[in-house]
């Protein structure tokens, strides 16, 4: 019988170890092929998605009732659940994704967007007048980081800080009622960077369209606006498939928008060039030229489709 087992065992450790490596590539085709079905946020993007919604709760805090060392109704809101609200994750996602991006860019403002205040087109001129401003304020300025929300989550931000205000002191307050009212009053969405980066999109002659498609020359805001109307696919969205852990996304999204594969591969480089595994470059090597736009397209569709989804019933 001793004789016997030996074998066994070597057949049985040489299963054990084929089965873990089938797994491993179950894991790694999952990741890479339906980058949906496995994706844990890291320590660093759970901390970072933190540091941005308390920073925009502490900044709406400070215009409704005074500056504060720490945040006086976020532990409450955290407690409560709200800041883990698919909508408002999903947004600081996309800001995390858009800081990551700006990083590699080597940050600094557009250079097309500076190029542009001398347009001969009023509405390109105002529109890159309004983006350099949002980015100035977006990157260089404390207590303004409420102004980066969509006005729908300014409004269920700020009367959330509101009740939970209310729900501290036991006591209704018309001077912070009134201030909120005052900020929601004063924000205007065509101030955004996003929403003026669209604008630029929108009114820019077909001559000027080439300059839209290099990430480093025009900020990564005037880049993904650009995709955004050609693709049909939501601004913050494409921040986090450019993000997102796997490239393949973001060679779906070149793909569809039929993007040449040196350009593309250009383009990969400038925004994941510290996180572009050989594996994903070999991939991208061997398979770009075989995807087809049209499916690339409603592959991305159906992607938008499940993110609404998700936004709506789901969790991100």
Known sequence: MDGLLGPQDDLLSIACAHARDVDALCQDVASTILPSAIHTPSEATISAVSVKLLQIVRDIEARLQGAAQESITGPLLARSGFLRETDIVDFALARVAEDNLTARLGGGFSQLAVDLLDHTDKCVKEAAQALLAADSLQLRSQGRSFLTLPPEL????????????????????????????????????????????????????????????????????????????????????????????????????????????????????????????????????AEYLHFIPEMAREQLSNWSAARALSLSFGKI
């Open 154 to 285: 300014l409004y269920k931000v700020c009367w959330r800080i509101v009740a939970a205000f209310e729900v501290l002191s036991g006591s209704r307050s018309d001077q912070i009622i009134n201030s909120a009212r005052a900020l929601i009053a004063s924000y205007d969405e065509a101030r955004t960077a996003p929403a003026s980066a669209r604008k630029i999109v929108h009114f820019l002659g077909a001559e000027d369209r080439d300059s839209l498609s290099n990430p480093h020359h025009a900020g990564i805001h005037l880049f993904v606006a650009h995709l955004s109307a050609d693709l049909n696919i939501v601004h913050d969205h494409i921040l986090r498939l450019i993000d997102f852990e796997s490239a393949f996304p973001m060679m779906v999204m070149l793909a569809a928008a039929g993007v040449p594969k040196g350009a593309a591969l250009k383009t990969m480089i400038d925004l994941r060039a510290q996180i572009l595994s050989p594996r994903e470059a070999a991939l991208f090597e």
